[in-house]
């Protein structure tokens, strides 16, 4: 890869182990472009049930302590491979703040996970990447994770 070939790349990461493969693709891709990574994870808006019950306040401290630790990851491990990288976090329904994020910032390539979260999380939430893929401008990388039994 040439270097300058990409300015601005953005890894979308949501923790899981899963998307660590989507992560250190980013991070290698923005290292052989002379890319800024942004680490971008985006907080669940708390459902109407945990409003109705108070419980607004402590889901959405939850998902931002997830967030740090997801960003932090990201950060640490693109500084030591020579990378600058910004963490960000963003709150509202992911796809959307992904795809918003990317377009305001001048990202050139976004980076994803297939798999994060799964189950009930992706019946009730539909795929993130998917969504994504769908409907960005803006060119998106694809990384199947790798599920470990």
Not at 23 to 30: G, L, P, R
Not at 35 to 59: C, M, N, Q
Not at 77 to 92: C, F, I, T
């Amino acid at each position: 890869m040439v270097e300058g070939t990409y300015k601005k790349i953005m890894v979308a990461t949501d923790g899981s182990q899963l998307v660590k493969k989507a992560v250190n693709m980013a991070i290698e891709i923005s290292r052989l472009s002379g890319a800024k990574l942004y680490a971008v994870y985006v907080i669940l808006p708390a459902t109407h049930s945990a409003r109705d019950f108070g419980w607004e306040k402590a889901a959405t401290e939850h998902f931002r302590n997830e967030g740090e630790r997801a960003t932090l990851f990201v950060k640490e491990a693109a500084e030591a491979a020579g990378v600058e990288v910004e963490p960000v976090m963003l709150e509202g329904h992911p796809a959307d703040k992904i795809m918003e994020f990317a377009e305001q910032n001048g990202i050139e390539m976004i980076v994803m996970g297939t798999l994060g979260k799964t189950g009930l999380d992706r019946f009730l939430l539909g795929s993130v990447a998917e969504n994504v893929v769908r409907h960005s401008k803006i060119p998106v990388l694809v990384v199947r994770g790798e599920v470990q039994e």
